[in-house]
């Protein structure tokens, strides 16, 4: 649990989102996720998306209510609350284990006023 924990507030980390070989060491290559605009994302375009963003985070992405459950084996599941810039979402996330470790499968974001 606190492997896939590490791993979500990692990602949400400016030194990580900035590179694109720190974020493909923490996500699986068969992620998929759809963001709090309902696109739907793969793990390529994601990745280039987020890593080459001209802007990067100006201040860190607030977390709170973060919790887990183990589904299976080596699948757990997280769900939390992220707030940047006044936008406020609610976050779900499944990471699934393998050889090369714990790694991020599958994300969701909900704009969420609550």
Not at 28 to 49: K, M, N, Q, V
Not at 62 to 84: C, Q
């Amino acid at each position: 649990m606190q492997s896939a924990i590490s791993g979500e507030l990692r990602l949400l980390d400016r030194e990580v989102r900035s590179s694109a070989a720190l974020m493909g060491e923490l996500m699986d290559p068969e992620f998929r996720e759809i963001g709090a605009s309902g696109r739907l994302w793969d793990r390529d375009s994601l990745i280039a998306a987020i890593s080459q963003d001209p802007d990067p985070l100006a201040v860190p992405i607030a977390v709170s209510d973060m919790e887990g459950r183990l589904l299976a084996p080596g699948l757990v599941h997280l769900t939390y609350v992220s707030e940047y810039h006044g936008r406020r979402a609610r976050r779900s996330s499944v990471w699934r284990h393998s050889e090369q470790g714990w790694r991020l499968y599958f994300h969701q974001g909900t704009l969420s006023a609550y």
